[in-house]
């Protein structure tokens, strides 16, 4: 048992290791960052940068875009030569020819950038997404274009904005012909991402804005769902060997102790039989046949031995240990404990405390303590694992199938003495029971 418990212990441990390194691993792995300046990261399509303004509606608006790969730095003036002058970078997303893509951006659910301002200003982050039934591909205008904004200054600071919670212009709603109240959106067919000027901005004045570290930020569920499910059936899988093996170590083990027992009732049943020589014998004789033939008395103790054995009681603890490794009350124990074994599987119709008291136990508790120490159950949990019915149902604990040894034990009983009953019975012993 103590093999199994460390070999139990190793596979625990290894498991829980197992779990904690895979489980953070994954954790850290299921933050999406993409840094899109730089045109990596996350298998994402690289940009292309294109300046627009209001130049088709009649305004006089002028962008200049600078861009190293790793910032973005706009030079811009709006004009007030329209009603609705603007000046903005567009960020295309491009695929792996080259080409411009639509990209999924539903994994991401923040943007956050540095941005510089002079002077102070107020500007807009725009995610045109098409939309099914009302968007038309060669016409960017037709696309929902939801927006957020964000205050920038000369000192520059970090900005994140939510990518699932942005406003769609009410001209869209208009212009598609839908109430306000659809609000709703999906970022799964972006072709750009938009950072341009708003009504705020001072109209006829040269700006300046420098945008860095442009990054996308998001969950993938997947890196959670998926080790955590084969974490979960690993973890069964050990519950289920853990109880499997522990039933069958339990087994081996009560099976051992039982097979231990033979050489007991052999040397309980010579003990009656035959006689020893020399005198070392005959004392060692006398010891064993007054413990044999009165095991079963709740008075019994070292005293009443040495007075039958005629023995001092330094010899008698002497020979118990030498020959046998047993102390006076642990091999008194050991005849009791090994008799009640045999009468929980031959009598079926005593009870617990019959069997206790029959072997020379007032105590039923006492006797259940010493019973679970030597055969690791309770003696109702033992009489119940021999006719294979484990007393679950009330919360016991169970023994493994010992039918065997027990037999075995028995049948060896018997064969020492040509089928005489047990070693210290006699007819009308208490230790027998009506059938």
């Given at each position: 048992?103590?093999?199994?418990?460390?070999?139990?212990?190793?596979?625990?441990?290894?498991?829980?290791?197992?779990?904690?390194?895979?489980?953070?691993?994954?954790?850290?792995?299921?933050?999406?960052?993409?840094?899109?300046?730089?045109?990596?990261?996350?298998?994402?399509?690289?940009?292309?940068?294109?300046?627009?303004?209001?130049?088709?509606?009649?305004?006089?608006?002028?962008?200049?875009?600078?861009?190293?790969?790793?910032?973005?730095?706009?030079?811009?003036?709006?004009?007030?030569?329209?009603?609705?002058?603007?000046?903005?970078?567009?960020?295309?997303?491009?695929?792996?020819?080259?080409?411009?893509?639509?990209?999924?951006?539903?994994?991401?659910?923040?943007a956050s950038f540095i941005a510089t301002c002079a002077p102070q200003n107020t500007l807009s982050l725009v995610a045109p997404t098409f939309e099914e039934g009302?968007?038309?591909?060669?016409?960017?205008?037709?696309?929902r274009a939801p927006s957020s904004f964000f205050s920038c200054s000369e000192q520059g600071s970090r900005v994140e904005l939510d990518l699932t919670r942005m406003?769609?212009?009410?001209?869209?709603?208009?212009?598609?012909?839908?109430?306000?109240?659809?609000?709703?959106?999906?970022?799964?067919?972006?072709?750009?991402?938009?950072?341009?000027?708003?009504?705020?901005?001072?109209?006829?004045?040269p700006l300046v804005v420098d945008v860095s570290a442009l990054t996308l930020h998001g969950r993938d569920l997947r890196w959670i769902a998926v080790p955590g499910?084969?974490?979960?059936?690993?973890?069964?899988?050990?519950?289920?060997?853990?109880?499997?093996?522990?039933?069958?170590?339990?087994?081996?083990?009560?099976?051992?102790?039982?097979?231990?027992?033979?050489?007991?009732?052999?040397?309980?049943?010579?003990?009656?039989?035959?006689?020893?020589?020399?005198?070392?014998?005959?004392?060692?004789?006398?010891?064993?046949?007054?413990?044999?033939?009165?095991?079963?008395?709740?008075?019994?103790?070292?005293?009443?031995?040495?007075?039958?054995?005629?023995?001092?009681?330094?010899?008698?603890?002497?020979?118990?240990?030498?020959?046998?490794?047993?102390?006076?009350?642990?091999?008194?124990?050991?005849?009791?404990?090994?008799?009640?074994?045999?009468?929980?599987?031959?009598?079926?119709?005593?009870?617990?405390?019959?069997?206790?008291?029959?072997?020379?136990?007032?105590?039923?508790?006492?006797?259940?303590?010493?019973?679970?120490?030597?055969?690791?159950?309770?003696?109702?949990?033992?009489?119940?694992?021999?006719?294979?019915?484990?007393?679950?149902?009330?919360?016991?604990?169970?023994?493994?199938?010992?039918?065997?040894?027990?037999?075995?034990?028995?049948?060896?009983?018997?064969?020492?003495?040509?089928?005489?009953?047990?070693?210290?019975?006699?007819?009308?012993?208490?230790?027998?029971?009506?059938?």
């Amino acid at each position: 048992m103590h093999a199994f418990q460390r070999k139990a212990l190793l596979v625990f441990l290894a498991l829980l290791a197992a779990s904690l390194v895979l489980g953070t691993a994954c954790y850290r792995r299921s933050f999406l960052e993409v840094a899109l300046l730089t045109g990596t990261g996350d298998g994402q399509a690289a940009l292309r940068v294109r300046p627009d303004v209001d130049a088709s509606a009649g305004g006089a608006s002028n962008v200049r875009v600078l861009d190293d790969g790793r910032r973005l730095r706009l030079a811009l003036t709006v004009g007030s030569g329209t009603i609705y002058p603007y000046a903005e970078a567009n960020l295309f997303f491009l695929g792996t020819d080259g080409e411009p893509v639509h990209a999924d951006l539903t994994r991401y659910t923040s943007a956050s950038f540095i941005a510089t301002c002079a002077p102070q200003n107020t500007l807009s982050l725009v995610a045109p997404t098409f939309e099914e039934g009302l968007s038309r591909r060669d016409d960017l205008a037709s696309y929902r274009a939801p927006s957020s904004f964000f205050s920038c200054s000369e000192q520059g600071s970090r900005v994140e904005l939510d990518l699932t919670r942005m406003d769609t212009p009410q001209w869209w709603f208009a212009q598609a012909g839908l109430p306000l109240s659809r609000q709703s959106y999906r970022l799964d067919q972006v072709p750009k991402l938009a950072i341009g000027s708003t009504f705020q901005t001072p109209r006829d004045v040269p700006l300046v804005v420098d945008v860095s570290a442009l990054t996308l930020h998001g969950r993938d569920l997947r890196w959670i769902a998926v080790p955590g499910v084969i974490l979960l059936l690993a973890w069964a899988g050990f519950g289920l060997w853990l109880f499997r093996f522990h039933a069958r170590a339990l087994r081996r083990e009560l099976q051992d102790k039982l097979q231990k027992d033979l050489p007991l009732v052999a040397v309980q049943q010579l003990s009656l039989e035959l006689p020893l020589e020399p005198r070392r014998d005959r004392e060692k004789a006398a010891i064993l046949q007054a413990m044999a033939s009165r095991y079963f008395d709740p008075g019994l103790d070292l005293e009443a031995v040495v007075q039958a054995a005629g023995v001092n009681r330094n010899k008698v603890n002497e020979i118990l240990k030498a020959e046998l490794g047993f102390t006076f009350t642990g091999y008194l124990n050991k005849l009791r404990l090994t008799e009640a074994a045999r009468l929980l599987a031959e009598k079926g119709s005593a009870t617990v405390s019959e069997v206790a008291y029959t072997v020379g136990y007032n105590n039923a508790s006492y006797f259940n303590k010493l019973f679970r120490q030597e055969y690791g159950c309770t003696p109702k949990a033992f009489r119940a694992s021999l006719a294979n019915a484990p007393d679950t149902a009330q919360g016991h604990d169970t023994c493994a199938d010992t039918s065997g040894t027990i037999a075995a034990t028995i049948r060896m009983t018997h064969a020492m003495g040509g089928g005489a009953p047990y070693a210290g019975a006699s007819p009308g012993s208490p230790r027998e029971f009506d059938p």
